[in-house]
């Protein structure tokens, strides 16, 4: 067994996984400043984009810096360690809107669902599902992000 896996009786109790629906973040806001914006795309080998405009590379970080989580503080919420004992099942990035340089976006996230799952080989882990908006100063949603992460038990 690895030690990012575990056997049933020794994993996290469901009940407590699913109590995470609906969680809030703290929420914040979060302002992309040209020369982030300019490391970012130089960082991917494109041009940058016209009139301000953010390159989607963003949408890696911004939403979690600005919803007042960090990396770690989302593996704490699962009950992990670790970047072993997380993995990415995908991720949905919906844009509404381009985002754009300068603008104070509101930074609103919640967990949207938890499900215990298990292997074929009867190993269990959770699929966590979070989601984040960022609002424009006028109330828009100008994009949202989903992540579908493993929780390795």
Same mark, same amino acid.
């Given at each position: ?89 995908? =991720? #949905?990035?919906?844009? &509404? ?6 603008? /104070?976006?509101?930074?609103?996230? @919640? %967990? ?12 269990? =882990? #959770?699929?966590?599902? &979070? ?6 100063? /006028?109330?828009?949603?100008?994009? @949202? %992000? ?8």
């Amino acid at each position: 067994m690895s030690p990012v896996e575990t056997d049933v009786e020794d994993a996290v109790p469901e009940a407590d996984m699913l109590a995470l629906i609906g969680h809030e973040f703290p929420g914040g806001s979060r302002r992309i400043e040209h020369w982030e914006n300019w490391l970012l795309t130089d960082c991917t080998g494109f041009d940058q984009l016209p009139d301000g405009t953010v390159h989607p590379i963003a949408l890696f970080h911004v939403p979690i810096q600005g919803s007042g989580m960090t990396i770690a503080a989302l593996f704490a919420l699962g009950r992990v360690e670790g970047a072993g004992s997380v993995g990415l099942d995908g =991720y #949905d990035w919906e844009y &509404f809107k381009p985002l754009r340089e300068d603008v /104070d976006y509101r930074v609103d996230g @919640r %967990v949207v669902d938890v499900e215990r799952c298990s292997t074929d080989a009867g190993r269990i =882990y #959770d699929r966590f599902v &979070f989601s984040i908006d960022l609002t424009e100063p /006028d109330g828009n949603i100008a994009a @949202r %992000v989903t992540n579908f992460w493993r929780l390795r038990r």
